[in-house]
């Protein structure tokens, strides 16, 4: 006899979803001691917290890819919260780094675009974080560029530029906004123990973004109950009118 006809298999459960969209900042974020894996951490049992980071991609090929992540009409596709955090790549100076850079105009209306996609799908503004790009620490990265036989292709305030933008952008289309940019330089503070390289996350600096980040996302899953009774709750006699009823909170 199959499992699912002795016991009946009960509702399918539906697991919330978290999305992360953004570059190598993103990617690295599942890492020990990752931003994301402390959101993952934070939201076990509520929703699961899906990584869609893409090194060393910028908003360009980061708008093409989107429709690719999430589509309309599938409950599961319909996330409760979503991050965007792109710029690191789009800041990029043109004439040391052509292939990822892209212009303020088009940075802004990728951005726009991306939102605009979001909604169209089902996710309104109010479910979605943008993120602007962390300061660039140079001397720093400039060692990693020199290591690899190229010139510094980043300037501290180019990248400036480009979280304004992004500021601009979660203004105008009424979205959340993390401005990891200026929270990082606050009041003249040396960043630089923030990042691991000059461009990505030291784990000071995942810790000081996940702190930052999850007062905005919390509002958006303060909702989600836990998925499935907590252990103590279990009808001992017969489990399965715990596990498999309508009560699975």
């Known amino acids: 006899m199959a499992l699912c006809e002795g016991l009946g298999c009960g509702s399918s459960l539906l697991w919330p979803r978290v999305l992360l969209f953004g570059d190598s900042i993103t990617q ?7 931003w994301g894996a402390s959101l993952a ?10 990584n869609r980071g893409f090194s060393g991609y910028n908003t360009r090929w980061a708008k093409i890819i989107l ?13 409760v919260a979503v991050t965007i ?3 690191a790549n789009d800041s990029a100076l043109k004439e040391e780094n052509p292939k990822q850079h892209i212009p303020l105009d088009e940075y802004v209306a990728n951005l726009r675009s991306m939102v605009q996609y979001l909604r169209s799908v089902d996710v309104p503004e ?31 305030v180019v990248v400036g530029e480009y979280a304004s933008a992004c500021l601009q952008v979660a203004l105008d289309c009424g979205t959340d906004v993390l401005d990891l940019w200026a929270l990082m330089q606050k009041d003249g503070q040396d960043f630089a123990p923030y990042l691991s390289d000059g461009l990505h996350l030291s784990p000071r600096g995942n810790e000081f973004l996940f702190s930052h980040l999850w007062p905005l996302l919390e509002k958006k899953v303060s909702s989600l109950p836990l998925l499935l ?8 006699a017969r489990p399965e009118l715990s596990l498999l009823g309508d009560g699975d909170h």
């Open 85 to 87: 955090f792109f710029g």
């Open 67 to 79: 429709p690719r992540l999430i589509r309309k009409g599938n409950a599961l596709d319909s996330p």
């Open 28 to 34: 690295f974020s599942f890492q020990p001691g990752g």
């Open 126 to 156: 109010g479910r979605i974080v943008l993120i602007t790009p962390p300061p660039l620490c140079e001397a720093a990265w400039e060692r990693e560029c020199l290591a690899q036989g190229c010139k510094l292709n980043r300037l501290n």
């Open 229 to 236: 009774p907590y252990w103590r709750d279990v009808a001992e």
């Open 41 to 50: 951490d934070k939201l076990v049992r509520k929703c699961d917290v899906l």
